[in-house]
Structure formats: C-alpha cells, structure tokens
C-alpha cells in the first residue's frame, strides 16, 4: 500500500520561504514521478511542479517557476518542495501525489496521479 506524508506547511509572510516534504512509502520511490498540487478554499485543485520518477527532469506552473524548485531523496524516499519569494496567492493546501506507473515523465494533471497525501497548510500573511 502505497502512503504519502506530507509536512512542513505553516505561516509564513509575504516574501518569506518555507519547504514542504513528502515521504513515501510502499513502492520503489525512485522510479515513480511525484507531482504536488495546492487547493486554496473555493478552487479547484492546481499544478504546482512534478518531477518524473529516475530522472530530474521537473516541470513546474508558471505561476511558480522560478520561485518554487522540487527535490527528491531517493535515499530518504522523500520529495521536497522548496518555496521562495512567497505570495498571499500561495496560500492553499499543498498536496503531493504519485503514480502507480513507472514513467521518466512529469505529469501536471492530477488524474493522472493515483495515491494522494493529506495534504499541509500553507498560509502566506500579507
């Protein structure tokens, strides 16, 4: 069975940094793509960046890139998502996701992802 964690969400102020984790468990971590997505209240669930599983190839929402980067410990089975230069827009649940097939390639639609985290609270204050 395959568990995702997440971790490391809080409040942080406008401009500030914050990283996220997700630590996996069940499958061969590091052949498997992980994506993370946010929800903020009233919206739909939205790309956030996804890395493809044996490979660094990360492709991130445009709102993000440059300011969010994604990691992954193939040791620790663990993803992380590194948040600088954040926005009151930022604000949401961040979850992260994977699949349960094998594949070099980011994904960026949630259907796509078959085991979902919980989920942690990013709050950014203004």
């Known amino acids: 069975q395959v568990r995702l964690v997440e971790s490391g969400g809080g409040l942080v102020q406008t401009g500030g940094s914050l990283r996220v984790s997700c630590a996996a468990s069940g499958q061969t971590f590091s052949a498997y793509p992980m994506g993370w997505f946010r929800q903020a209240p009233g919206k739909e669930r939205e790309f956030v960046g996804a890395v493809g599983g044996n490979a660094n190839l990360p492709k991130y929402a445009d709102d993000v890139k440059g300011r969010f980067t994604i990691s992954r410990d193939n040791v620790k089975n663990t993803v992380y998502l590194q948040m600088n230069s954040l926005k009151p827009e930022d604000t949401a649940v961040y979850y992260c996701?994977?699949?349960?097939?094998?594949?070099?390639?980011?994904?960026?639609?949630?259907?796509?992802?078959?085991?979902w985290g919980q989920g942690t609270q990013v709050t950014v204050s203004s």
């Open positions: 996701a994977t699949r349960a097939v094998v594949t070099t390639l980011p994904s960026i639609n949630p259907d796509d992802y078959d085991f």
